[in-house]
């Protein structure tokens, strides 16, 4: 069985602050893919990033950053000098490549930037 | 905007009505999700489909509910006799065929159960 658990349910830092949201999945499968979505309060999920099981190097997208470790079976995001509009919920996923249809998502982070 | 989209984006029924929600995928994307998703949780697949074909359904989608997309573009979910339950957001989900692309979503359908 596959699951992902993110046991931060919320986190409040003050902006420019960084912040590191944490991610740790499980699964038996060789092949998988880890996400990360935001969900602002408007309530769309927006892609943020996917990684491959066979690609662990770390990925850094402006202010965002990803460290991948299949030794501990982690996929922290983190988000440097954060900003109000960072504000939302950060969801950690993961699909396994013999049921890439399905995504499994975590409970979510609530981040909470306060100016 | 050609992103996917979702309506009504609010409905409120009362218990035992049946509802109907509809999903408008990217048009290129010929795989098609639904989830659903409650308060304070992440979103649990309900069931995709691939073109016209429903694939894969969750053990979460009881005999109520049931989804189509008869052309292969648009899809309805439709629960019947809904109950306090129910009251969730309804996401639905787009992709290309190839499993290595990612799932874009829409902004949901918050149902809400009176």
């Known amino acids: 069985a596959q699951k992902v658990t993110q046991a931060q349910t919320e986190i409040s830092v003050v902006e420019k602050e960084d912040v590191t949201l944490d991610c740790v999945y499980e699964?038996?499968?060789?092949?998988?893919?880890l996400f990360w979505y935001k969900q602002p309060p408007s309530g769309e999920l927006v892609f943020l990033i996917r990684r491959n099981s066979f690609d662990e190097q770390n990925e850094i997208s402006g202010r965002y950053s990803w460290n991948f470790q299949k030794s501990t079976s982690s996929f922290n995001f983190t988000i440097t000098a954060s900003q109000v509009v960072d504000s939302a919920v950060y969801f950690c996923a993961l699909s396994v490549y013999s049921s890439a249809s399905k995504i499994i998502f975590g409970s979510g982070t609530r981040l909470s930037i306060r100016p | 905007d050609t992103g996917v989209s979702q309506d009504p984006r609010h409905k409120i029924t009362k218990r035992g009505q049946n509802v109907t929600f509809r999903c408008d995928p990217i048009s290129e994307h010929n795989r098609l999700y639904w989830y659903r998703q409650t308060l304070g949780q992440g979103p649990e697949f309900l069931t995709y489909f691939q073109n016209e074909a429903q694939l894969e359904k969750s053990r979460l989608l009881s005999d109520r509910f049931s989804a189509e997309r008869p052309k292969g573009s648009f899809s309805t979910l439709e629960i019947q006799r809904t109950e306090q339950g129910d009251s969730a957001m309804y996401l639905c989900?787009?992709?290309?065929?190839?499993?290595?692309?990612?799932?874009?979503f829409g902004d949901g359908t918050r149902l809400s159960i009176l």
């Open positions: 699964t038996r499968d060789t092949t998988y893919y």
């Open positions: 989900a787009s992709s290309l065929s190839d499993s290595n692309q990612p799932q874009h």
